[in-house]
């Protein structure tokens, strides 16, 4: 079996190199802007200055101290100069200590504050968002590519203004000291900004194709565990490695494509400097025989080149980080910038507390525009009822919930909650008074305890535990190791499917919601447990607007009203003894319910 799969995010980002775009990303040290301040004081008084004083110190030393022109050696002057070049390189010494610190602790919580933004965008983020990328390649976006954006924020926005700071500098003093040589070395540097400039587009389009291996890597990574119990089931454990070796592979050669192209500005810029060294090797001699140069000065700017050098050489690394920072960024500001397909209103209001009455008037609505999952639904429920929606599978049982949840919005029409339109209301206010159950039922790391209280976070352990006696949880519950606080896996993988259906039955009695929505809640349950829950469902629905998504009978029988749905469109209503009195679909229904359970 060949496998191919092509994300929504598999695609290179074909935008030219956008400055306003690193603007928005140096946007997130703002806040620490004082920090910022301070660093860039301490490391330009103390340590470039520094730095640019000891060649001088050196200088003197030689011309004035060692060989002076009078042909008299000062012993004294020499052991000042030094002394000073000592307290000079202690200088600068602390200054990188405190720099290297600081610049680290800005650097982090930089990071902390674009991975919680990029994490709480995500959250707001519609279900049409999630529909099309697997869990995995978000999973990369705040993991991966914002862990790539970690060494230029704490080692390298900070340095680079730092280096382009003494890199002027050192270029005053070169031109100062020796205009002629001074201007002879700089020749040299239009030459690697040109091969520079070449290598860009070609090294951030490398490093965005490595992001994007990884994303696949990830989301195969993700789908293989979750999928493990199938690929187990059907031996297919070869099939899957062979899958992500090949994966791993083409990580591999995009990586080693990215590296090998960034690589080539150390040796672009080693070239440089040494053709500038040439220069000044074949140049300062002759200007020395010349008498117009002192040695002193030349070994002052033998050492200022070298110090010329490490900030360019640093500063290409520099630009090499960033171009492997904008595909990265350009991959995270693409989830930011993503719009929620459920949109709040500006003007939207807080949804008043709840009676339940739930209307839908010519409700059509598409998950995608050329197929239509509804067409023209109308229904009116009035508060307190319970209505199941019966149907075959895709018939849109689950939308019509979905909808009514603000999940997703309606293509046509309207769904209206107490006469308000879902779309007028925040979302938070309305979603706070509906409760929904689903088949699957996820269940979060953690304790019994703190999975059902998820419901209403402010409840306390006697709410806790009445919620779970009144949906028949209690009894498995104490029956735990350490009872309520038992720590569960991820998803709750040590509970069986019936034990996790019964905390989320207990979570959404605890959340007091006033409109309730079973989405195949009982599909899972086996029929020993799920007699025991009928109860519970009946103190469940007890006073609120019920909608229950099911296929058994014994689920939905009791229903106030059954809703037969059938390729999108309501094809019946009526209750359960109104509806067998007639035959349609949902008696057929039902007659084939009875001879699956008779065979």
């Not at 660093?39 to 060989?67: C, N």
């Not at 540097?189 to 990884?214: D, E, G, N, Y």
């Not at 300062?284 to 025989?289: D, N, R, S």
């Not at 749905?565 to 319910?593: C, F, T, W």
Request: proline fraction near 3%; glycine fraction near 6%.
């Amino acid at each position: 079996m060949s496998r191919n799969f092509v994300y929504q995010d598999d695609e290179l980002i074909e935008k030219p190199f956008n400055w306003k775009q690193i603007g928005r990303l140096f946007a997130y040290i703002k806040p620490y802007k004082a920090s910022v301040t301070r660093v860039m004081f301490v490391m330009t008084v103390f340590g470039m200055l520094s730095r640019l004083a000891i060649p001088f110190l050196m200088s003197m030393a030689i011309d004035r101290a060692i060989h002076p022109e009078n042909g008299n050696s000062s012993v004294s002057l020499l052991t000042g100069l030094v002394v000073a070049m000592l307290l000079m390189y202690g200088m600068r010494w602390w200054a990188q200590q405190y720099t290297i610190q600081k610049t680290n602790e800005i650097g982090q919580k930089v990071i902390f504050d674009l991975r919680a933004a990029l994490f709480r965008h995500i959250q707001s983020l519609s279900f049409r968002f999630f529909d099309k990328r697997p869990a995995g390649s978000v999973l990369v976006r705040v993991t991966n590519d914002v862990n790539s954006l970690q060494d230029m924020f704490t080692n390298g926005v900070i340095n680079a203004v730092i280096d382009i700071v003494q890199l002027f500098g050192i270029t005053i003093i070169l031109l100062v000291m020796e205009p002629k040589l001074g201007l002879a070395i700089m020749i040299t540097v239009p030459l690697m900004f040109f091969v520079s400039s070449a290598l860009r587009k070609k090294i951030r389009f490398a490093w965005q194709t490595v992001r994007i291996k990884q994303s696949r890597i990830n989301a195969h990574l993700n789908e293989s565990i979750q999928g493990i119990r199938v690929t187990q089931a059907f031996a297919q454990e070869k099939e899957n490695i062979g899958y992500f070796d090949g994966m791993n592979k083409s990580n591999i050669r995009s990586w080693n494509r990215a590296s090998a192209l960034n690589q080539l500005f150390g040796p672009v810029i080693e070239i440089t400097s040494a053709v500038g060294t040439l220069i000044l090797l074949l140049y300062g001699a002759y200007l020395i025989k010349s008498d117009a140069m002192t040695v002193g000065t030349l070994v002052a700017f033998i050492t200022y080149v070298g110090s010329f050098w490490e900030p360019i050489t640093r500063l290409g690394n520099m630009y090499s980080q960033l171009l492997i920072s904008m595909s990265s960024s350009e991959r995270i500001f693409e989830f930011m910038d993503e719009k929620p397909a459920v949109p709040e209103k500006d003007n939207a209001i807080e949804m008043p507390e709840l009676q339940g009455h739930v209307k839908l008037e010519g409700v059509s609505f598409g998950y995608e525009t050329d197929r239509q999952a509804l067409r023209g639904i109308n229904l009116d429920v009035k508060a307190g009822l319970s209505v199941a929606l019966v149907g075959h599978t895709g018939s849109g049982k689950s939308t019509i919930v979905s909808l009514l949840c603000r999940f997703y919005d309606t293509v046509e029409g309207r769904v209206l909650l107490d006469g308000i339109d879902v779309r007028d209301v925040t979302i938070e206010s309305l979603r706070s008074q509906i409760g929904i159950v689903l088949q699957d039922t996820f269940i979060f790391s953690g304790t019994i305890r703190e999975n059902i209280r998820y419901g209403r976070p402010g409840a306390s352990d006697a709410e806790i535990e009445a919620a779970a006696r009144s949906v028949r949880a209690h009894d498995f519950i104490v029956d735990l190791p350490n009872g309520y606080d038992t720590e569960v896996e991820e998803r709750g993988n040590a509970l069986s499917v019936g034990q996790r259906q019964l905390l989320s039955f207990a979570r959404a009695l605890l959340a007091n919601p006033r409109i309730l929505v079973l989405d195949e809640a009982t599909a899972s349950i086996d029929t020993e447990t799920e007699l025991r829950i009928q109860e519970a469902l009946a103190t469940l629905l007890q006073g609120r607007t019920s909608f229950i998504v099911a296929h058994r009978l014994s689920t939905i029988r009791h229903a106030d009203c059954i809703v037969v749905l059938d390729h999108g469109e309501i094809v019946d209503q009526g209750s359960h003894e109104e509806l067998m009195k007639r035959p349609g679909h949902y008696r057929n229904l039902v007659d084939a319910q009875y001879r699956f359970l008779s065979a």
